[in-house]
């Protein structure tokens, strides 16, 4: 089993920035795939960043392509996102996910393990 914790979500200004940190801990040493997915009231949960950790080949949404930027620090078994010029459509709940192999990076099927969430919301 893994879990994955996390951290760093807030309430900011559009223009704002928040780093986000997902922490994964348990039997980890073949997950491959690691990402962040939202949630906005009412929506569908949407893919945002995936990492794949064997590499560090990183996707992106095309809604937060060059504002956001997703990161591995594999000592600590943690995935951050740098989250820049926010915007209110940001406004989510920010998931993490893990996974050890994925078809489709952005299909929330193929991730195994989910973490709680943290909100970000974002104020005009």
């Known amino acids: 089993q893994v879990q994955l914790v996390e951290s760093g979500g807030g309430s900011v200004q559009a223009g704002g920035s928040l780093t986000l940190s997902c922490a994964a801990s348990g039997i980890t040493y073949n997950i491959r795939y690691m990402g962040w997915f939202r949630q906005a009231p009412g929506k569908e949960r949407e893919g945002v960043a995936v990492?794949?950790?064997?590499?560090?080949?990183?996707y992106y949404a095309d809604s937060v392509a060059g504002r956001f930027t997703i990161s591995q620090d594999n000592a600590k078994k943690t995935v951050y996102m740098k989250t820049n010029s926010l915007s209110p459509e940001d406004t989510a709940m920010y998931y993490c996910?893990?996974?050890?192999?994925?078809?489709?990076?952005?299909?929330?099927?193929?991730?195994?393990?989910w973490g709680q969430g943290t909100q970000v919301t974002v104020s005009s």
């Open positions: 990492i794949w950790t064997g590499g560090g080949r990183t």
């Open positions: 996910a893990a996974a050890r192999t994925v078809n489709n990076v952005w299909a929330t099927k193929d991730y195994n393990y």
